[in-house]
């Protein structure tokens, strides 16, 4: 099995597009209490742990082109977001992972599957299999 935070990684990758598909072509404000649910602060105010990791996951997302925003809002949110060009066109092709059932549907509908599923595998899967197919678009 995946280290935790690598499964949370995935977890959020996926929700965080999910949202951002929902939404496209607007741009939103995306809170990471609506990807990891809320957490309160510790007792210097600083964000939990698993709250750091998914707002890093955001900003990594934008990083390697994958959604974009015009600035964070604290650690709370990111501001004016929206998918990428490349992200939303791969998340509106055609999956082709291997042993899936239902052949020829959209990454995004996998993905959705995937997270509806709650198998830490199946997400793993999924956004894997994005972020490879994501290589041939570059």
Known sequence: MADIHIA?????????????????PRKVQLFVDDIAGSAEPDEFGLPSPRHQACFATMVWLA???????????????????TLSHMAFTLLS???????????????IATIRAALKSGSSD???SAVLHLFEQSQRLR
């Open 8 to 24: 949370d990684f995935h977890r959020d990758s996926a929700a965080i597009l999910v949202a951002l598909f929902r939404n496209f």
């Open 63 to 81: 990083e390697a082109g994958y959604i974009s925003y015009l600035s964070p809002i604290r650690q709370e949110a990111l501001d004016q977001a």
């Open 93 to 107: 092709s055609p999956s082709r992972i291997p042993n899936l059932e239902h052949p020829g549907k959209t990454h």
């Open 122 to 124: 199946h997400v793993q």
